[in-house]
């Protein structure tokens, strides 16, 4: 095996991984140094002010970098590694490391503890993130699993399943083809061109918008919720909101909707003023949806409840 160790002089190195033939790990420890470590010497790798570059290898590499060690003060004041990956034929594992930025990975990317953003672009295989304190961006990526929380804004992109704990920001979905399931939203969630998905998004602290989607289970926003969906047949889906609630359903649908509100109801047949509650029959009502919301609920869209 070959060991080649470069100093780290500043506080936000970084390191660039390009054109790779084989499996990457990436270790932290609390040296002030980068520890490069292959079956045969790197020829393409070189040091230029705080990055270094490794390009064109064939074979698997393993790295140590600096790590950030200890509470927030280490946090203000360590070492704080960033990476970047394009183009590695097989596996990721990187671990203790700042911003991570993955593209064209031929194989699965096992991230945890990442302190700062994570992008991802690519991912042929499954990703797994296990704590992550920045933003995460993911598009063309087949299955996404995060554990231990996003501490910032999600975006997610072309998935075809994802399915994440806790989001302390914002989450944006587009065009996630099988499963998003997310258990916790911290701000607002906007969900859009999923039709046919399996959307469960439990808590909600902002405003929840999904346009496009099959509802399988039940959802709690704290502001407001305006969802164009289906329920599928046989399922019982509950929503609840703080706010005002705008609910449309497809021509086709088939679902008994009660609706509960502290202020109006209205629907293409029947309303509702000064709160009460409202049954309405859509189809043959095969599947239910209760709604129950602070202010006002408002039912439209293609089909028409009797």
Not at 134 to 153: D, E, H, I, K, P
Not at 251 to 262: C, I, K, L, M, R
Not at 276 to 292: E, I, K, P
Request: proline fraction near 2%; include cysteine; aromatic fraction near 4%.
């Amino acid at each position: 095996m070959t060991q080649q160790t470069f100093s780290v002089l500043t506080r936000r190195p970084r390191v660039v991984i390009e054109h790779i033939d084989g499996d990457l790990k990436v270790r932290s420890w609390e040296r002030s140094e980068i520890r490069v470590e292959s079956a045969e010497p790197v020829v393409g790798m070189r040091q230029e002010g705080e990055t270094l570059t490794i390009t064109d290898y064939r074979g698997d590499l393993t790295l140590w970098v600096p790590g950030i060690k200890g509470g927030l003060l280490s946090f203000l004041t360590g070492v704080f590694t960033s990476l970047y990956v394009s183009h590695l034929s097989r596996s990721a594992m990187i671990e203790g490391v700042g911003n991570v930025e993955l593209r064209e990975i031929g194989g699965q990317a096992m991230l945890e503890n990442i302190y700062g953003n994570v992008e991802l672009d690519g991912i042929q295989e499954l990703a797994e993130l296990s704590g992550v304190g920045g933003n995460l961006r993911a598009s063309r990526v087949a299955t996404l699993r995060s554990q231990r929380g996003v501490g910032g804004n999600v975006k997610l992109t072309a998935l075809q399943v994802a399915e994440l704990d806790n989001v302390g920001g914002n989450l944006h979905a587009d065009h996630i083809d099988r499963v998003l399931h997310v258990h916790n939203v911290g701000g607002n969630a906007h969900v859009r061109d999923c039709a046919g998905t399996s959307v469960n998004i439990t808590h909600v602290g902002g405003n929840l918008h999904i346009d496009g989607a099959a509802l399988t289970d039940s959802c709690s926003a704290g502001g407001n919720l305006d969802v164009w969906a289906s329920v599928p047949l046989e399922r019982r889906v509950r929503l609840h909101a703080g706010g005002n609630a705008t609910l449309a359903f497809p021509a086709d649908a088939n679902v008994s909707v009660y609706a509960h509100a502290g202020g109006n109801i209205t629907s293409p047949t029947l309303q509702r003023h000064g709160g009460g509650n409202l049954n309405l029959t859509y189809g043959n009502g095969q599947a239910r949806l209760d709604v129950s919301v602070g202010g006002n609920v408002r039912l439209q869209g293609e089909a028409i409840p009797h």
